[in-house]
């Protein structure tokens, strides 16, 4: 995904009066009773259902996107006319797209089971879960919430979207306050639970860290690949837009590999990392070591070599560390005293690639069998 691709949310607005609230759960209740009469959803359904429930809540958005018409009869603008998209203003002042964000953080507050009341947010002036859930009373202090209240106080700033509802769970679960807090509007950026999990285990200080190191970028980074954070800040600045300039997009596959990984990268000076170019994105670590035994002309002859002679195959063998022992380890012994100039050399890796290929093909059909369940 491109950087232009990735946007700042939007998130329509919940700051609404008790009798508009109430004009939407009356709204919602008529709507529920058409698709009931239509035999669309069960009778047994109710408004307090799809609240308790956000399986439910999440099956009624969707079936009611699928068939708007039915619902043509309640949800009408101020025209009078029926209202077919998320955006137009209805009769009761708000939009559909403002009534979804109501039930997801009235779902999301019963099931993060905060009963009290949550503050607004003080920079939140339009927005925010206290809006929503607005009571004559005094409302607690920071102090006196609880981490979940916090928690949730902060996610409702990013909570609007019907596919975050089958989320709530793991945001409860994976997340902190002080993850929600870090992350704040890039958490839309985190569309599957798997994700959400992965930015649960990073440190919210990391991800500070990665923030300041990747700059601008650090949107796309989240997007692409959350684990890759960790990856970010094993190095400097200098070496993010290193790794950056030579991998491409193919760099948050390549941020997201484990500090083993890392560890033999680090001994190599810049103009040898450049030789491996975007296969530093899957290379075996073993693999590194034992080209970490050849100098510049070497390296690249071989690289080179490779590159020619395995084409699409190339993956497979440099990301297997059996490979480093088996073939690639005899191979560099052979280069390790060789004595050519840089045109010898790479015509003698050519050809030494051309006469490996035969084996190769036979130690990896010998590999797969062994791999292969029995």
Not at 6 to 18: C, G, H, N
Not at 125 to 153: C, I, M, Y
Not at 162 to 176: C, F, G, N, R, S
Not at 200 to 228: C, D, M, T, W, Y
Request: glycine share 6%; proline share 4%.
């Amino acid at each position: 995904m491109s950087a232009s691709a990735i946007s700042k949310v939007s998130l329509p607005p919940v700051d609404i009066t008790p009798e508009t609230r109430n004009a939407i759960v009356d709204g919602l209740k008529q709507v529920l009773a058409a698709f009931q009469s239509a035999k669309k959803i069960k009778a047994e359904i109710t408004y307090q259902a799809l609240i308790e429930k956000p399986e439910a809540l999440y099956q009624f958005i969707q079936l009611f996107r699928a068939n708007r018409e039915l619902a043509d009869g309640v949800v009408k603008g101020k025209n009078g006319q029926p209202v077919r998209d998320d955006e137009t203003e209805l009769v009761c002042g708000v939009s559909l797209a403002q009534v979804q964000r109501l039930l997801i953080l009235t779902s999301a507050k019963r099931h993060f089971g905060v009963s009290a009341p949550a503050a607004k947010p003080a920079e939140d002036k339009k927005g925010g879960l206290g809006s929503l859930f607005r009571k004559a009373e005094v409302k607690p202090d920071a102090s006196s919430r609880s981490n979940e209240e916090r928690k949730l106080a902060e996610l409702a700033k990013f909570l609007a979207y019907d596919w975050q509802i089958p989320l709530l769970q793991v945001y409860k679960d994976a997340l902190t306050y002080q993850h929600v807090l870090e992350l704040g509007s890039d958490l839309t950026l985190l569309k599957d639970a798997q994700a959400i999990a992965q930015a649960g285990r990073l440190e919210p200080a990391h991800i500070r860290k990665a923030r300041q190191v990747a700059g601008g970028e650090f949107v796309q980074l989240l997007s692409e690949n959350p684990k890759a954070v960790e990856g970010v800040i094993y190095w400097n600045a200098d070496m993010y837009k290193f790794f950056r300039s030579v991998l491409g997009d193919k760099c948050w596959h390549f941020f997201g590999r484990d500090h083993h990984f890392f560890n033999a990268l680090s001994s190599f000076e810049k103009a040898k990392i450049r030789l491996f170019g975007d296969t530093l994105a899957y290379i075996a670590p073993e693999c590194l070591i034992e080209f970490d035994r050849l100098n510049l002309d070497k390296t690249s002859a071989l690289m080179e070599a490779f590159r020619a002679n395995f084409g699409d195959g190339l993956e497979e063998a440099l990301s297997s560390k059996g490979f480093a022992f088996d073939i690639l380890h005899r191979l560099v012994e052979s280069f390790v005293h060789l004595k050519k100039d840089a045109e010898q050399l790479k015509t003698y890796a050519d050809l030494t690639c051309k006469a490996l290929l035969p084996t190769y093909q036979v130690w990896l059909a010998k590999t797969k069998a062994t791999q292969a369940p029995t």
